[in-house]
């Protein structure tokens, strides 16, 4: 069965700092890999995906993402962290391409201090 | 292009009560999934849609729990009688046919059991 694992429920950062968000995955089959991103009153936005083409991906707002197969983990990256970063971050795990549901982490939330 | 839109945005009513959940996709998109988030815990998959059909209910929690999608457009969640444990957000996503790596979400609705 697949699952996902997101290392820190609450993460801070100082404006301009790096952002990593930690996200650990098991999978059977070859996975497609995400990250979801919720601002406060607003509904899941997808920030990048990965589906088996450039294992580092660019995703909207600066954010990156890189697949690493050999340690099952694709962590999301941004150089200099802005105060509207300041949201909850979702990484997701689906099984191929098809007709499957997404398999989320528990969520992990980016404080942006000043 | 309206995104997914669901309705209401929060709802709060008391144990043994009933409560419909809306969810209209995307115009085009035959997929539609529901996925809810009881606090502190990750979004887990309900149940997916294949316009009118039922494709995969095995994240259904109970039998007092009933989805449905009558012409393949607007889906309802219905839970009767709601229970305590019930409460969370619960999420719509919906996806074209052509595209299954991507769904996108709606708002979700909060629905909190007293």
């Known amino acids: 069965a697949q699952s996902v694992t997101q290392l820190g429920s609450h993460v801070s950062v100082s404006e301009g700092a790096l952002v990593l968000l930690r996200c650990n995955y098991s999978s059977s089959v070859p996975p497609y890999l995400f990250w979801y991103v919720q601002y406060p009153n607003q509904g899941l936005q997808l920030l990048l995906k990965?589906?088996?083409?450039?294992?580092l991906v660019k995703g909207i707002n600066g954010f990156e993402a890189e697949f690493k197969k050999s340690e099952t983990s694709f962590h999301l990256t941004k150089p200099s962290a802005h105060m509207s970063d300041a949201a909850e971050y979702f990484c997701a795990v689906k099984e191929g391409w098809g007709n499957t549901p997404l398999v989320f982490g528990k969520g992990t939330r980016l404080s942006v201090i000043a | 292009e309206a995104g997914v839109t669901q309705f209401p945005s929060h709802s709060v009513i008391e144990k043994g009560q009933t409560v419909t959940l809306r969810c209209d996709p995307i115009s085009g998109h035959d997929n539609l999934y529901w996925y809810r988030r009881v606090m502190g815990k990750e979004i887990k998959f309900l149940l997916h849609?294949?316009?009118?059909?039922?494709?995969?209910e095995s994240g259904m929690p109970n039998n007092r729990f009933l989805a449905e999608r009558t012409g393949g457009t607007y889906s309802t969640l219905k839970v009767q009688p709601a229970e305590l444990e019930d409460s969370g957000v619960y999420f719509c996503a919906s996806s074209q046919e052509t595209r299954l790596d991507t769904q996108y979400f709606g708002p979700g609705t909060r629905l909190t059991v007293l």
């Open positions: 849609f294949v316009k009118e059909s039922k494709q995969d």
């Open positions: 990965y589906t088996s083409a450039a294992t």
